[in-house]
């Protein structure tokens, strides 16, 4: 019998295009545990099959029939469009009804396959939103069936929010950031109690080790309080590799999340909340980095996104010279920050354009850029980004000359936050057409643009007044459950309380944010695509702007419509393409 099962929470419909990534999070977790000698079973339903299950066919079909015609009348005729909706509405609602009734009997079974198998430590990672309330409910099935059974969360969710997280959920206990050394140290506490399990005598346990300052990372609770114990310092040399099998690889997406660091090398945005997560900036050791890649070209596996916050050139250009050393074959994207200072040194300027070349060389196909907003006192007071206008425009630049001097098409998709904050003197509306101006300068293949939130432990929350934003008394609550998918159309985004900023109220916020996004696309670029959607739809056969949008329209139905057909077909041709680059390095 396994130690322990790993559930990776999802909703009842794909949040994006990428959602069917391989899971590397639980798979990583799986292969550190293991290689201590601990069984772990690792159960993901985010796969094109398991949401199949959710909707009878004929209403999908339906439904996809609906999206398209609202789309297309969305465009063509918007009266006939409003009229329409209605109808529109009530197919989704109805869909909407059978997913949640039978993801409730999904979850109903696992927690019964929990109680029948005897396992006794069920682990959860959780991510945000409908997912999150489905996660709850699943803990509250098990404890319902059988509360000898100790719940952990792990996850983004339980990382940010942290006791918040427990206050609003039925876990045991909650692990915050990385989970392998306080998960390694519960399993051999609960082996120990294994032959006479009692769950009050492993907490104890749990609580003592605690005490020792040995078990980090950990959330818990003790005489009706929750508690946060100490972080540890993460050591990228020690992370093992993510350990894929048949049940983690089936209908996934064949692209490998690889770990080359944790945290930010500026970590001071904010709006952001890596610093919370991480205190500097802690990268993997290149050899360990492009050994992982080795390895999982050797499982047949061939593209891969960079899962750092950002990956620097010049530490970029250091694991892309060793991919060239090793002769492998490999496309990737990356996530890359402006370079501080470029526009006034030719020096710094020469070395990111070789560090690009030398990317490019080695497969990179797509960045992920966060210029957040095209006016510099926006930048330097609101976002305190530390970069400026020429800082965003010149790396891009330099990324652009190196395509050239290689010979290699690759793409850039800049993150824009709007509406911001203001500060004393500046409009929004002045910010509206900065940011304009900035695309039409930097003219990159998609933007991105995403409404300001303060989540909680950004400076945006813990400063909130002094931004002059407006956080009601529940609004933690709301938030972590809240469904904010940026691909999605905005009017489809629920409402979200008397949350203000300035003047606007959340749907003011909403519609300023569609306002610059089709001003955006009046300019012929493509909108929400990042650089790992940019990176699967290249792997499809999507090549060039008109056919970015084209990934973008089909695959937007699809999420909508929740009839993944065209994602199904994108998949395929994905995984081909994947597989065949993994075998062009099997005499290497």
Same mark, same amino acid.
């Given at each position: 019998?396994?130690?322990?099962?790993l559930? $990776?929470?999802?909703? !009842?419909?794909?949040?994006?295009?990428?959602?069917?990534? &391989?899971?590397?999070?639980?798979?990583?977790?799986?292969?550190?545990?293991?290689?201590?000698?601990?069984?772990?079973?690792?159960?993901?339903?985010?796969?094109?099959?398991?949401?199949?299950?959710?909707?009878?066919?004929?209403?999908?079909?339906? $439904?996809?029939?609906?999206?398209?015609?609202?789309?297309?009348?969305?465009?063509?005729?918007?009266?006939?469009?409003?009229?329409?909706?209605?109808?529109?509405?009530?197919?989704?609602?109805?869909?909407?009804?059978?997913?949640?009734?039978?993801?409730?009997?999904?979850?109903?079974?696992?927690?019964?396959?929990?109680?029948?198998?005897?396992? %006794?430590?069920?682990?959860? %990672?959780?991510? @945000?939103? /409908?997912?999150?309330?489905?996660?709850?409910?699943?803990?509250?099935?098990?404890?319902?069936k059988?509360?000898s059974?100790?719940?952990?969360?792990?996850?983004?969710?339980?990382?940010?929010y942290?006791k918040?997280?427990?206050?609003?959920?039925?876990?045991?206990?909650?692990?915050?950031?990385?989970? *392998?050394?306080?998960? /390694?140290?519960?399993?051999?506490?609960?082996?120990?109690?294994?032959?006479?399990?009692?769950? *009050?005598?492993?907490?104890?346990?749990?609580?003592?080790?605690?005490?020792?300052?040995?078990?980090?990372?950990?959330?818990?609770?003790?005489?009706?309080?929750i =508690?946060?114990?100490?972080?540890? !310092?993460?050591?990228?040399?020690?992370?093992?590799?993510?350990?894929?099998?048949?049940?983690?690889?089936?209908?996934?997406?064949?692209?490998?999340?690889?770990?080359?660091?944790?945290?930010?090398?500026?970590?001071?945005?904010?709006?952001?909340?890596?610093?919370?997560? @991480?205190?500097?900036?802690?990268?993997?050791?290149v050899?360990?980095?492009?050994?992982?890649?080795?390895?999982?070209i050797?499982?047949?596996?061939?593209?891969? %996104?960079?899962?750092?916050?950002?990956?620097?050139?010049? #530490?970029?250009?250091?694991?892309?010279?060793?991919l &060239?050393?090793?002769?492998?074959?490999?496309?990737?994207?990356?996530?890359?920050?402006?370079?501080r200072?470029?526009?006034?040194? /030719?020096?710094?300027?020469? *070395?990111?354009?070789?560090?690009?070349?030398?990317m490019?060389?080695?497969?990179?196909?797509?960045?992920?850029?966060?210029?957040?907003?095209? $006016?510099?006192?926006i930048?330097?007071?609101?976002?305190? %980004?530390?970069?400026n206008?020429?800082?965003?425009? !010149?790396?891009?630049?330099?990324?652009?000359?190196?395509?050239?001097?290689?010979?290699?098409?690759?793409?850039?998709?800049?993150?824009?936050?709007?509406?911001?904050?203001?500060?004393?003197?500046?409009?929004?509306?002045?910010? #509206?057409?900065? $940011?304009?101006?900035?695309?039409?300068?930097?003219?990159?293949?998609?933007?991105?643009?995403?409404?300001?939130?303060? #989540?909680?432990?950004?400076?945006w929350?813990?400063?909130? /007044?002094? #931004?002059?934003?407006?956080?009601? =008394?529940?609004?933690?609550?709301?938030v972590?459950?809240?469904?904010?998918?940026?691909?999605?159309?905005?009017?489809?985004?629920?409402?979200?309380?008397?949350? +203000?900023?300035?003047?606007?109220?959340?749907?003011?916020?909403?519609?300023?944010? *569609?306002?610059?996004?089709?001003?955006?696309?009046?300019?012929?670029?493509?909108?929400?695509?990042?650089?790992?959607?940019?990176?699967?739809?290249?792997?499809?056969?999507?090549?060039?702007?008109?056919?970015?949008?084209?990934?973008?329209?089909?695959?937007?139905?699809?999420?909508?419509?929740?009839?993944?057909?065209?994602?199904?077909?994108?998949?395929?041709?994905?995984?081909?393409?994947?597989?065949?680059?993994? +075998?062009?390095?099997? =005499? +290497?």
């Amino acid at each position: 019998m396994e130690d322990m099962w790993l559930w $990776n929470s999802i909703a !009842t419909r794909k949040r994006s295009p990428s959602d069917g990534f &391989l899971e590397n999070g639980l798979t990583l977790l799986k292969g550190h545990l293991q290689s201590r000698s601990y069984r772990v079973k690792v159960i993901d339903w985010q796969k094109n099959q398991f949401y199949r299950k959710l909707c009878p066919t004929a209403l999908l079909k339906l $439904n996809r029939a609906c999206t398209r015609l609202i789309f297309f009348l969305g465009k063509r005729n918007r009266t006939s469009a409003k009229a329409f909706f209605p109808v529109f509405l009530t197919v989704q609602n109805a869909v909407v009804f059978f997913q949640h009734r039978r993801m409730k009997r999904h979850l109903r079974q696992l927690a019964e396959d929990v109680v029948k198998s005897g396992i %006794k430590v069920f682990g959860v %990672k959780v991510w @945000y939103g /409908e997912a999150f309330t489905w996660a709850d409910q699943l803990a509250r099935e098990i404890i319902k069936k059988d509360p000898s059974v100790l719940i952990v969360a792990g996850g983004f969710h339980v990382t940010l929010y942290e006791k918040d997280f427990l206050k609003h959920s039925s876990f045991d206990l909650g692990v915050i950031s990385e989970g *392998e050394i306080p998960l /390694e140290i519960i399993l051999s506490i609960a082996r120990k109690h294994a032959e006479h399990w009692d769950k *009050e005598a492993v907490c104890r346990d749990i609580l003592l080790r605690v005490q020792s300052g040995e078990l980090k990372n950990l959330l818990y609770r003790q005489n009706g309080a929750i =508690h946060l114990t100490p972080k540890y !310092t993460p050591r990228g040399e020690e992370k093992s590799y993510p350990l894929y099998d048949e049940g983690t690889r089936e209908d996934k997406l064949a692209i490998h999340l690889v770990l080359d660091s944790l945290g930010c090398p500026w970590g001071k945005c904010n709006f952001c909340v890596h610093p919370h997560f @991480y205190a500097r900036h802690y990268p993997r050791p290149v050899e360990h980095i492009v050994g992982e890649m080795e390895h999982m070209i050797q499982e047949g596996i061939g593209l891969f %996104k960079f899962a750092g916050s950002e990956t620097p050139p010049d #530490f970029g250009k250091k694991i892309a010279q060793q991919l &060239l050393d090793r002769q492998l074959q490999v496309q990737y994207s990356m996530g890359c920050r402006p370079i501080r200072g470029i526009a006034g040194s /030719e020096a710094r300027y020469a *070395e990111v354009v070789e560090a690009f070349a030398v990317m490019l060389r080695s497969g990179l196909r797509a960045i992920f850029m966060g210029g957040e907003s095209g $006016n510099d006192i926006i930048n330097e007071h609101v976002m305190r %980004k530390g970069v400026n206008r020429a800082d965003i425009l !010149t790396t891009v630049r330099a990324y652009r000359e190196a395509q050239q001097k290689v010979g290699v098409q690759a793409y850039v998709s800049l993150a824009l936050i709007y509406p911001s904050p203001l500060t004393a003197g500046i409009s929004l509306e002045q910010v #509206f057409r900065d $940011n304009i101006t900035l695309v039409e300068e930097m003219q990159p293949d998609s933007v991105i643009v995403s409404p300001c939130m303060p #989540f909680k432990n950004s400076q945006w929350y813990k400063r909130a /007044e002094e #931004f002059d934003f407006h956080i009601p =008394h529940d609004f933690i609550e709301r938030v972590m459950t809240y469904e904010y998918v940026l691909y999605k159309p905005l009017s489809l985004w629920p409402s979200f309380g008397n949350a +203000r900023v300035g003047n606007l109220d959340f749907q003011g916020w909403l519609s300023e944010c *569609e306002r610059l996004r089709r001003e955006i696309e009046l300019r012929d670029i493509p909108t929400d695509l990042t650089d790992e959607y940019i990176l699967m739809a290249e792997a499809a056969g999507y090549r060039g702007k008109e056919s970015m949008k084209r990934f973008k329209r089909d695959t937007l139905i699809d999420l909508v419509s929740s009839d993944y057909r065209n994602i199904d077909r994108i998949t395929a041709a994905v995984n081909r393409l994947s597989l065949e680059l993994s +075998r062009e390095n099997k =005499h +290497r």
